[in-house]
């Protein structure tokens, strides 16, 4: 018998990003009203599909994340909610109502913003894993599914139009230990945007499915024929995969992406030039070594938004990547 199947849907809501998206200039404009038709439309699907399956969606926010809707828990709606009526699915007019009403309010709550602060892309993952963290190791008190002994597939959807946050690199890795232990597959759909790093990094790792979209007006496909079926059924499909990953990190000093580093052999901290004491475990390293890595530093190569070269690690040495594939490998 198929198990059920849980999702947790993670909504990139900046309003500058989507302002950009939709303007007519490019190739596919995409207003965040499209988008949430055919999220909307996406999220019926995967209810359609089992009547245990179970979903959450959360909204990054600049600033903030929130949880806009849970098949499992009950959320405050405002006053004005319309009732259900006779002519919808209940389930469908739930999740569509639920979901809307709370971006609206959410958005209406920012007003106008002078500075936008960055999107909280890595709150609101954190939250859906703890989230299924919660539905997946349930106590006596806890509401599941019907049947307890039938655990859900967890798995997370991120859908993003904001480009990498140099500083969210430890949260987000940290997020990718999490569901490598919690056997959750994160999946991407790049909406807007040039690709991103850690996003790319945060599907590989966690066996899901990164997708650039080079047709926005084809949203719902993308969705419906990548992201829809469970992890359980992705062996027997032909789901789409990434044949180039970009494996760059940032550094610990500055918080930028760089290609060659200079990583701590006692904590692997990473860093862009050499230092002569480790930041984070307060390692000091021979001034000998420091100036021969000095002498021998390359000129950084161009950076590519869409082609770059992976990290290696190599004891208080300097860090030289090879061009990058699923298979990398690395040379001193």
């Not at 959410?106 to 936008?116: A, C, I």
């Not at 959750?184 to 040039?194: L, N, R």
């Not at 032909?238 to 052999?265: L, M, N, W």
Request: glycine residues 4%.
């Amino acid at each position: 018998m198929e198990k059920a199947s849980h999702l947790s849907v993670v909504v990139d809501l900046s309003p500058s990003q989507w302002h950009l998206s939709a303007q007519a200039t490019n190739p596919y404009p995409l207003s965040i009203e499209t988008f949430l038709s055919h999220l909307l439309a996406f999220l019926n699907a995967h209810i359609a599909s089992k009547h245990e399956n179970t979903l959450a969606v959360f909204g990054a926010l600049p600033g903030k994340s929130v949880m806009l809707y849970s098949s499992t828990e009950t959320l405050t709606l405002p006053d004005n909610a319309h009732p259900l009526d006779a002519n919808s699915y209940p389930p469908f007019k739930t999740v569509n109502t639920t979901v809307l009403q709370q971006i609206t309010r959410e958005m209406e709550t920012l007003g106008e913003l002078e500075q936008e602060p960055p999107c909280a892309l890595v709150s609101a993952l954190t939250k859906a894993l703890c989230y299924i963290n919660r539905i997946t190791h349930p106590t006596s008190g806890a509401n599941v599914a019907e049947d307890p002994t039938i655990l859900p597939d967890p798995r997370i959807l991120i859908l993003s139009v904001s480009p990498d946050l140099s500083s969210s690199y430890i949260p987000i890795m940290n997020s990718i230990f999490s569901a490598q232990k919690l056997k959750v597959t994160i999946d991407v759909c790049k909406v807007y945007g040039p690709d991103t790093v850690f996003l790319q990094q945060a599907a590989h790792l966690t066996n899901g499915s990164y997708i650039y979209l080079e047709r926005r007006d084809a949203l719902l496909q993308y969705l419906i024929m990548s992201f829809l079926s469970p992890p359980s059924i992705r062996k027997t499909l032909a789901v789409p995969t990434q044949d180039k990953i970009d494996f760059r990190a940032a550094c610990f000093c500055h918080k930028h992406i760089v290609d060659i580093g200079f990583v701590c052999s006692v904590c692997l901290s990473i860093f862009c030039q050499p230092v002569p004491v480790c930041s984070t475990c307060r390692t000091k390293f021979p001034l000998k070594t420091l100036q021969r890595l000095s002498a021998a530093r390359p000129t950084p190569p161009l950076a590519n938004s869409r082609a770059s070269q992976p990290l290696a690690i190599l004891n208080n040495g300097a860090v030289r990547s090879t061009p990058h594939s699923t298979n990398g490998g690395t040379e001193a």
